[in-house]
């Protein structure tokens, strides 16, 4: 029912910042709540960001509270993910996954209840 699509990943220095970007298919992109995940290698894929539906709400993982910042632009069926002070530690294969979901707030952090999901984007960052 959707298809996610990531872009943006690349080679950043500690410090730097980047944007990811998540296009998605069909009509109803305004019904489905969005996240951003990431893997890093030999880890679990964790949950970094997520936005309701409406844009109205969104949630921050501990670890990039303050320096990530996630948005979305319903008209355009696209979810950012944009990045600051950027370090070695963040590097990781960024996932952009959505759920059907009309709730006001973002209470879901766990990979598995979310239905769709991108083909990963890598973002890296050199000290």
């Known amino acids: 029912q959707v298809q996610l699509v990531e872009s943006g990943g690349g080679l950043v220095q500690a410090g730097g910042s980047l944007t990811l970007s998540c296009a998605a298919s069909?009509?109803?992109?305004?019904?489905?709540?969005m996240a951003w995940f990431r893997q890093a290698p030999g880890k679990v894929r964790d949950f970094v960001t997520g936005?309701?539906?409406?844009?109205?709400?969104?949630r921050y993982a501990d670890s990039v509270k303050g320096r990530f910042t996630i948005s979305r632009d319903n008209a355009k069926n696209t979810v950012y993910l944009q990045m600051s002070s950027l370090q070695p530690e963040d590097t990781a294969v960024y996932y952009c996954?959505?759920?059907?979901?009309?709730?006001?707030?973002?209470?879901?952090?766990?990979?598995?209840?979310?239905?769709?999901w991108g083909q990963g984007t890598q973002v890296t960052v050199s000290s």
């Open positions: 996954a959505a759920r059907y979901s009309r709730s006001v707030v973002v209470q879901v952090t766990t990979s598995a209840a979310y239905d769709y």
């Open positions: 069909g009509r109803t992109f305004s019904n489905y709540a």
């Open positions: 936005i309701t539906s409406s844009g109205g709400s969104t």
